[in-house]
């Protein structure tokens, strides 16, 4: 069965139109600027956060970036922002994707493996 001329130009059109929605240009699909970037550094060793459960503070708007080692196994993520979890294999320092904070709040940031592990508050402020 054909389609009448009108309906297989139109069905080209809303596809173009679909495939230009998922370009790169979106501004989510954009590496942060990691210059001027919030660093948060955190060491799970036997079950223990260093340098301890803390609040960390930031602007809204202001790009972070978080390393995390640990001498176990553990997936971390922080609430409100990581959409997916990130393996941290034991003995090993991995990078979070970095991001903008960009919602107000405070969002806790966890490791889980063989228990969950509390490493900081992520408090954004709407200045």
Do not use: W
């Not at 942060?32 to 459960?53: H, T, W, Y």
């Not at 959409?83 to 320092?93: D, H």
């Not at 903008?100 to 889980?112: C, N, S």
């Amino acid at each position: 069965m054909r389609l009448p001329r009108h309906f297989a130009g139109m069905i080209a059109a809303v596809g173009v139109v679909l495939l230009t929605g998922c370009g790169a240009d979106d501004q989510t699909s954009q590496t942060p600027d990691l210059s001027n970037a919030r660093k948060i550094a955190v060491e799970i060793a036997d079950g223990q956060v260093s340098p301890g459960f803390r609040t960390v503070t930031v602007a809204k708007g202001e790009t972070v970036a978080i390393t995390v080692a640990s001498d176990t196994p553990v997936e971390v993520h922080v609430h409100g922002y990581s959409t997916e979890m990130v393996e941290i294999p034991e003995g090993q320092t991995i990078a979070i994707p970095p991001f903008v904070a960009d919602t107000p709040g405070g969002f806790e940031a966890e490791a889980h493996g063989e228990k969950d592990v509390p490493l900081f508050l992520l408090q954004v402020n709407d200045n």
